[in-house]
T-cell receptor, first 117, second 114 residues
């Protein structure tokens, strides 16, 4: 296992631009989560995928945000028309859930730090 | 939704001291994890402990699910233990559907001086 990876690690963009982040989960993990963390706060849940299906979205995820997980492998998170309030660390996590396993343990990637100027 | 409270918010220690961090949560859970966030923002898994007691070197954790709290013990602290410690839970309350999304506490900022 190489762990959860995220790309890019840092992104600086101007207000109004679109940005896209990528997350590669641990191989064979069927659950993938996106979280957002602002300075001095704990991470907050944004959205969740089981395989390719997006099963839950937080109210934090405005219409400008969209996430996909084609083929149930990597995932992308796109933010359209970025605003300064979007500046945060975006974290991806994955876990494996089967009918034979009771562990829900999540493993996090290194995050993408977004700065909107 | 489920509420998570961590205490203390800040903790300053001398190297070699022991400490206890607490996490209270408002509903039954099927996942409880402790993380250490390093200065670069990486969340490092310390324990997956929805109930019971676990130990890993100088760190140990106990979760009393019936009383809705968890404790993280750090013994013989080192400067490398400095950072933010988060408790995160996923609810399993009656009638609820949990996909395992974690709710995080506000964290405890630990500073260990040499």
């Amino acid at each position: 296992d190489t762990g959860v990876s995220q790309d890019p690690r840092h992104k600086i963009t101007k207000r109004g631009q679109n940005v896209t982040f990528r997350c590669d989960p641990i191989s064979e993990h069927n659950r993938l989560y996106w979280y957002r963390q602002t300075l001095g706060q704990g991470p907050e849940f944004l959205t969740y995928f089981q395989n390719e299906a997006q099963l839950e979205k937080s109210r934090l995820l405005s219409d400008r945000f969209s996430a996909e997980r084609p083929k149930g492998s990597f995932s992308t998170l796109e933010i359209q028309r970025t605003e300064q309030g979007d500046s945060a660390m975006y974290l991806c996590a994955s876990s494996l859930r089967t009918s034979f396993q009771n562990s829900y343990e999540q493993y996090f990637g290194p995050g993408t730090r977004l700065t909107v100027t | 939704g489920i509420q998570v409270e961590q205490s203390p918010p800040d903790l300053i220690l001398q190297e070699g001291a022991n400490s206890t961090l607490r996490c209270n949560f408002s509903d039954s859970v099927n996942n409880l994890q402790w993380f250490h966030q390093n200065p670069w923002g990486q969340l490092i898994n310390l324990f997956y402990i929805p109930s019971g007691t676990k130990q890993n070197g100088r760190l140990s954790a106990t979760t009393v699910a019936t009383e809705r709290y968890s404790l993280l013990y750090i013994s013989s602290s080192q400067t490398t233990d400095s950072g933010v410690y988060f408790c995160a839970v996923a609810g399993g309350g009656a009638g609820g559907t949990s996909y395992g999304k974690l709710t995080f506490g506000q964290g405890t900022i630990l500073t260990v001086h040499p």
